[in-house]
């Protein structure tokens, strides 16, 4: 016979609820994405993410160092290119002085220590705004021709200094083309990131817009996944890590919590998760509307995410919850 508690102990008080909490965020959770313009003194700030901006590489350096400051280890960086440098071979991106290797060089030089991790697709790059080469007949991307220039913008990504690239584009293939090439050009302390389960979504609507780089025709559905599918993240989770992928990645977040914990099951290495830009937008837009807590919505859904097997979450809110713990 025991006395049954109605009053569960391990939950009556703040102090208590915290001592025996599963789960806690802090500033090493975090990726940081951050969005670079060409230009100087320029923060813009991205109509669809309020609080959110795009700045030019000096105040770009400014704010890394802010977050350094706050805690922040790791950034993901991506570029806004001018429309005069976009065409469907994407060869802006393996210049050595375009914005992406400037940038790089700068923020390493800046902050040494901070961990720079940079966006391998050529969207920004392509006049059609799609992740590689399009075959203008079919309307369909040209797998193993986008691989090989992916490839070329790996290796200018490690040469001029990131730690980490994260190839975000879902081409098949791609992770192992990058790291035998980052292997033969002796780049073999530089990681990889990838984006593994990448879905097919809307909720990356204002990172279009952020960017401008949304598909000019079509949609991305022929290289990201289809959001009905979850055991289609595992396989092509394992053949990432089969092919040399360091880190692998969940994108978006709060609706493929499922998927998040699948992957953490199955695989061995870090599991990162991408809370991505409407999502972000949502939980600003309601907060503006005053329909909700826009803190408590941010800590509720972040915690959830490390909570559903998320070792690193890249989120437009890392700057603020790192100011909050700290
Ligand atoms: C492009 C890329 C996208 C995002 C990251 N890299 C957009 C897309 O695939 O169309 C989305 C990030 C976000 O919405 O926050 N390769």
Known sequence: MYLQRRNRITRR?????????ETTLTPNDFILPIFIDEGKEIVHE????????????DKTI???????????????????????????????????DGLMQRAIKAIKDAVPEMIVM??????????????????IKSGYILND???????????????????????SDMMDGRIGAFRKALEDNGNTGVGILSYSAKYA?????????????????????????????????????????????????????MAYLDVIREVRNAVTVPVSAY?????????????????LDEQK???????????AGADLIATYFAKDVAELLG
């Not at 021709?145 to 190839?167: N, Q, Y």
Request: one cysteine or more; proline letters at 4%; aromatic letters at 8%.
């Open 201 to 253: 979504s809307c909720f990356y609507g204002p990172f279009r817009d952020a960017l401008d780089s949304a598909p000019g025709f079509g949609d991305k559905k022929t290289y990201q996944m289809n959001y009905a599918n979850r055991i289609e993240a595992i396989n092509e989770t394992l053949q990432d890590i089969e092919q040399g992928a360091d880190i692998v990645m969940v994108k978006p977040a």
């Open 118 to 135: 940079t966006d391998v697709a050529l969207d920004p790059y392509s006049q059609y705004g799609h992740d590689g080469i399009v075959d």
């Open 145 to 167: 021709e986008t691989v090989e220039a992916l490839t070329r913008m790996s290796i200018s990504h490690a040469e001029a200094g990131a730690d980490f690239i994260a190839p």
């Open 275 to 291: 809370h991505v830009s409407g999502e972000y937008a949502m939980i600003k837009a309601a907060a503006k509307m005053g329909w």
């Open 62 to 96: 400014e704010e890394v160092r802010t977050l350094w400051g706050l805690g922040i280890k790791s950034v993901l960086l991506f570029v806004k290119c001018d429309d005069n440098v976009k065409d469907n071979t994407g060869k802006e991106s393996w210049n050595p």
């Open 46 to 57: 991205i109509p669809s993410m309020p609080g959110y901006y795009r700045r030019s590489l």
């Open 13 to 21: 008080t703040d102090a208590i609820r915290s001592l025996v909490a």
């Open 297 to 307: 919505a941010v800590l509720e859904s972040l915690t959830s995410i490390k909570r």
